[in-house]
């Protein structure tokens, strides 16, 4: 199992800056991803960011340019730097840790885990 705690939403105007925060405990050993999506409103779960545990990052083509993932491995934490926010910005977003593991007889096993969520509304 892993716990996942995001901090750092907020209001914000546009072109403002926000940065949140994901904190992840349990077996975090068995991550090999981790990274960020956001659900706007009316709209399906999508990718915003993702970082491998070694490997570039993928970005969504909406905020490659505005938005910086990076991972503090040693923390267990993942953020994601916000920039020139938009108000087609504005979300909730989750934090996603992908999970892999084998068993003894090497059977492989994955599961993803999500935050709760946390706001971000940027304001026009």
């Known amino acids: 199992q892993v716990h996942l705690v995001e901090s750092g939403g907020g209001l914000v105007q546009t072109g403002g800056s926000l940065t949140l925060s994901c904190v992840a405990s349990?077996?975090?050993?068995?991550?090999?991803?981790m990274g960020w999506y956001r659900q706007r409103s009316g709209k399906q779960r999508e990718l915003v960011a993702v970082?491998?545990?070694?490997?570039?990052?993928d970005y969504a083509g909406s905020v490659k340019g505005r938005f910086i993932v990076s991972r503090d491995n040693a923390k267990n934490t993942v953020l994601l730097e916000m920039n020139s926010l938009e108000p087609d910005d504005t979300g909730v977003y989750f934090c996603?840790?992908?999970?892999?593991?084998?068993?003894?007889?090497?059977?492989?096993?994955?599961?993803?885990?999500w935050g709760e969520g946390t706001l971000v509304n940027v304001s026009s």
């Open positions: 970082v491998p545990n070694s490997g570039a990052a």
């Open positions: 996603n840790a992908e999970t892999f593991w084998t068993d003894r007889d090497a059977r492989g096993y994955g599961k993803d885990y």
């Open positions: 349990g077996s975090v050993s068995s991550i090999n991803l």
